[in-house]
């Protein structure tokens, strides 16, 4: 199965690029490229998938389905 994560990316003053997403709470990721935040940003949703999972939270979506991450939009 897959699971469809909506990541909002954003360039900060600094060049550097804000990936959050408003499913996920807790998911922020920087990386100094737009695709280095989002690859950064699916570590970290990976991580906190699985600790709901561990905690026992039936709604967290499965693991081990492929995570994909769709940029929604990108702001500076």
């Given amino acids: 199965m897959e699971f469809v994560l909506h990541?909002?990316?954003e360039e900060l003053p600094q060049g550097l690029f804000l990936a959050t997403?408003?499913?996920?709470?807790?998911?922020v990721?920087?990386?100094r490229t737009e695709s280095e935040a989002l690859d950064?940003?699916?570590?970290v949703a990976?991580?906190?998938i699985?600790?709901?999972?561990d905690r026992?939270?039936?709604?967290?979506?499965?693991?081990?389905d492929e995570l994909?991450?769709?940029p929604r939009a990108r702001r500076r």
């Fill in 68 to 70: 994909l991450i769709d």
């Fill in 56 to 64: 026992g939270d039936s709604a967290a979506p499965n693991p081990r």
């Fill in 7 to 9: 990541v909002l990316v």
């Fill in 46 to 48: 990976r991580k906190l």
């Fill in 29 to 31: 990721a920087q990386g």
């Fill in 21 to 27: 997403s408003d499913e996920l709470p807790g998911l």
């Fill in 50 to 53: 699985e600790a709901r999972r």
């Fill in 40 to 43: 950064i940003a699916r570590d």
